[in-house]
């Protein structure tokens, strides 16, 4: 999609969330004792966090940063989490007021669906469920998964078998944010955790950045990335997120920290060929996908070895269909965070195939992972954050 494309998106999008912000602003002003000090105050703070994610965005994004901005980014993120669920339960409770209002069974409950009413609960139930997705967000879980090495044997090629016959551990994440949604601490964390996994590899699946490499002069991330340990090393494939800013810096600061960033390249890992595919947002930027087969092509002209096995790391899980067709055994993906928001990974699990979770196409395993952090909103309420330990073991 082209970024022409993008901007009249961007404007409906916008003007929507205003659009729905005044309509319920003024409900909730309406709702207040007629006192002038009472509403001005609440529609200020209304409006100040209404607008307080995308204004600190801005600021952040134009180097204007300090306690206050990030304060605001953080209750803005937050806002917008409460206020999705809050309109979300609005919505319901209107639809039982008129419901109740013309079904004589339930006339008698209509006083429970007076606007003030409706303001209250839905407020207080948004304000539970925002604050036990923030409780989820923090968390972070370590998901397994066990793939047959038959099945990741490419077709007349012997069985890529571990040494010593044990399984082999690829680690993988995806969707880590730096800049936006992950602390140091948290980055300590994860690093921390994969870590203590001892995997033979680690895949990461893109997104790893939402910062320029300028603004890393104070968070250090790219010190602690350079923590990860694995017997064949880091792989990386980019992720939409790496385009929004300059993506050649960003490229180079994700190599500086020892990440192998593939795109649209293949290296041979121990066993495996791993592939990292360029996230289909480089098409906004006049750079194109390359067919995976050409890829792996040019690569094994290159190399006189044995066959390998081929693992695929593709940020956006689109192209399973391709990539099976081309002999990858393991598709890894993320960029969907299931939907982050519960009910919108009913629309991620419409529009991709594998939302998240693991399904079979043929001889090939695709795995979605949720992701190790967030965006926008720092709540997650449709699934957990995690790591993922693959287990590439004997059938």
């Given at each position: 999609?082209?970024?022409?494309?993008?901007?009249p998106i961007?404007?409906?999008?916008?003007?929507s969330?205003?659009?729905?912000?005044?309509?319920?602003?003024?409900s909730?002003?309406?709702?207040?004792?007629d006192?002038t000090?009472?509403?001005?105050?609440?529609?200020?703070?209304?409006?100040?966090?209404?607008?307080?994610?995308?204004?600190?965005?801005?600021l952040?994004?134009?180097g204007?940063?300090?306690?206050?901005?990030?304060?605001?980014?953080?209750?803005?993120?937050?806002?917008l989490a409460?206020?999705?669920?809050?309109?979300?339960?609005?919505?319901?409770?209107?639809?039982?007021?008129?419901?109740?209002?013309?079904?004589?069974?339930?006339?008698?409950?209509?006083?429970?669906f007076?606007r003030?009413?409706?303001?209250?609960?839905?407020?207080?139930?948004?304000?539970?469920?925002?604050?036990?997705?923030?409780?989820?967000?923090?968390g972070?879980?370590?998901?397994?998964?066990?793939?047959?090495?038959?099945?990741?044997?490419?077709?007349?090629a012997?069985?890529?078998?571990?040494?010593a016959?044990?399984?082999?551990?690829?680690?993988?994440?995806?969707d880590?944010?730096?800049?936006?949604?992950?602390?140091?601490d948290?980055?300590?964390?994860?690093?921390?955790t994969?870590?203590?996994?001892?995997p033979?590899?680690?895949l990461?699946?893109?997104?790893?950045?939402?910062?320029?490499?300028?603004?890393?002069?104070?968070?250090?991330?790219?010190?602690?990335?350079?923590?990860?340990?694995?017997r064949?090393?880091?792989?990386?494939?980019?992720?939409?997120?790496?385009?929004?800013?300059?993506?050649?810096?960003?490229?180079?600061?994700?190599?500086?920290?020892?990440?192998?960033?593939?795109?649209?390249?293949?290296?041979?890992?121990?066993?495996?060929?791993?592939?990292?595919?360029?996230?289909?947002?480089?098409?906004?930027?006049?750079?194109?996908?390359t067919?995976?087969?050409?890829?792996?092509?040019?690569?094994?002209?290159?190399?006189?070895?044995?066959?390998?096995?081929l693992?695929?790391?593709?940020?956006?899980?689109?192209?399973?269909?391709?990539?099976?067709?081309?002999g990858?055994?393991l598709?890894?993906s993320?960029?969907?965070?299931h939907?982050?928001?519960?009910?919108?990974?009913?629309?991620?699990?419409?529009?991709?195939?594998?939302?998240?979770?693991?399904i079979?196409?043929?001889?090939t395993?695709?795995?979605?992972?949720?992701?190790?952090?967030?965006?926008?909103?720092?709540?997650?309420?449709?699934?957990?954050?995690?790591?993922?330990?693959?287990?590439?073991?004997r059938e």
């Open positions: 999609m082209k970024a022409r494309t993008m901007i961007f404007l409906v999008i916008l003007i969330y205003i659009a729905i912000h005044v309509f319920v602003g003024r909730l002003i309406q709702s207040l004792h006192t000090w009472a509403r001005s105050i609440t529609l200020a703070i209304y409006i100040l966090l209404g607008s307080g994610w995308i204004l600190s965005s801005l952040i994004r134009n204007i940063d300090g306690w206050l901005v990030s304060s605001l980014h953080e209750a803005g993120s937050y806002w409460f206020f999705f669920y809050f309109v979300l339960l609005l919505a319901v409770l209107w639809i039982l007021h008129l419901a109740a209002g013309r079904i004589s069974t339930l006339q008698g409950l209509a006083g429970f007076s003030v009413a409706r303001l209250l609960t839905a407020g207080g139930l948004a304000l539970a469920i925002t604050l036990a997705g923030a409780i989820n967000a923090r972070l879980i370590v998901r397994e998964y066990t793939v047959p090495t038959r099945s990741l044997a490419p077709t007349g012997p069985e890529a078998v571990p040494p016959g044990e399984a082999a551990r690829i680690v993988f994440l995806s880590l944010h730096i800049g936006t949604s992950t602390s140091p948290r980055l300590h964390t994860i690093v921390e994969v870590n203590a996994l001892r033979d590899l680690i990461i699946g893109g997104d790893i950045i939402d910062m320029s490499p300028e603004e890393d002069k104070e968070f250090a991330a790219g010190t602690i990335l350079r923590g990860f340990r694995a064949h090393g880091v792989f990386a494939c980019p992720g939409n997120h790496e385009y929004i800013l300059a993506p050649e810096a960003g490229f180079s600061w994700i190599s500086r920290t020892g990440i192998r960033l593939l795109d649209d390249e293949a290296i041979i890992a121990g066993d495996y060929i791993i592939v990292g595919r360029r996230d289909w947002a480089a098409a906004r930027h006049g750079f194109q996908r067919p995976l087969r050409a890829i792996v092509q040019k690569l094994t002209k290159t190399t006189n070895s044995r066959p390998h096995s693992i695929v790391l593709d940020h956006q899980p689109r192209s399973l269909d391709e990539a099976a067709q081309a990858a055994r598709i890894l993320g960029h969907t965070h939907g982050q928001l519960w009910p919108i990974n009913w629309i991620t699990s419409t529009i991709f195939e594998n939302s998240h979770g693991m079979s196409k043929g001889d395993t695709c795995i979605t992972s949720s992701g190790v952090s967030v965006w926008g909103p720092q709540v997650r309420t449709s699934s957990r954050p995690e790591i993922l330990l693959i287990r590439l073991a």
